[in-house]
């Protein structure tokens, strides 16, 4: 009786480490159909600043379009099929900034002739995200904090920022009063600049709960 208790409790056992490998697995596995298409998005990066620089802005606005809707779809795909990843959770929003960055970048170059965004945006835009990433590498060394989730200010940056890129694309296709151009890149600065204060706030608010924290 005894031996039959202890053989069904090994038996619960072995189950509950089974499902629990199995969810692990899940959760780092990163050879997903999400994460595919995320790469695929890195992997259009470079020519996408070659087709900037040389002037081909048909198919950069075209590239940038694809990468876009990838972003979508890798995303819907992840929740409908059930296929969310550690690794993606990290891969997305690097090759999202890698996109980004090197369509400020790109988007600089100067150009004859062509609409580019102003160096002192594409300056402050860089040293936000230096910024982020200097605080989000201080809290993890310093207090072991990994998730340091976007604010809304961080999220409307970002929309300001895509739609920036998409609008100075378009402007080198069609004819786009400078004036509305001007009135986005000054909302992209304000917005920028908004917000890398705001994740300072933030952060400094985390660090002193975790301070009060250890003091009691």
Not at 8 to 37: D, H, K, Y
Not at 56 to 85: E, K, Q, W
Not at 111 to 133: E, N
């Amino acid at each position: 009786m005894r031996a039959s208790g202890e053989h069904r409790l090994r038996e619960r056992t072995g189950a509950v480490a089974q499902r629990a490998a199995q969810e692990v697995r899940a959760v780092v596995r990163p050879f997903t159909i999400p994460n595919g298409i995320t790469l695929l998005r890195v992997a259009l990066t470079p020519f996408f600043f070659l087709a900037v620089v040389s002037a081909n802005y048909r198919a950069a606005f075209a590239l940038f379009l694809i990468a876009g809707i990838s972003d979508a779809v890798d995303g819907l795909l992840a929740r409908v099929l059930s296929m969310r990843s550690l690794f993606g959770q990290y891969l997305d929003p690097i090759a999202d900034k890698v996109l980004l960055v090197t369509a400020y970048v790109a988007l600089t170059w100067p150009s004859q002739g062509g609409v580019t965004i102003p160096i002192w945006l594409t300056v402050m835009a860089l040293s936000r995200d230096l910024l982020i990433v200097l605080v989000a590498l201080l809290l993890y060394l310093g207090a072991g904090i990994r998730d340091f989730r976007p604010s809304l200010w961080g999220k409307a940056t970002t929309f300001v920022h895509i739609a920036t890129v998409a609008l100075v694309l378009l402007a080198n296709l069609v004819e786009i009063r400078y004036e509305i151009l001007l009135t986005l890149f000054y909302g992209a600065l304000g917005l920028t600049i908004l917000s890398g204060l705001d994740y300072l706030r933030r952060a400094a608010k985390v660090m002193e709960s975790l301070h009060d924290a250890e003091r009691l």
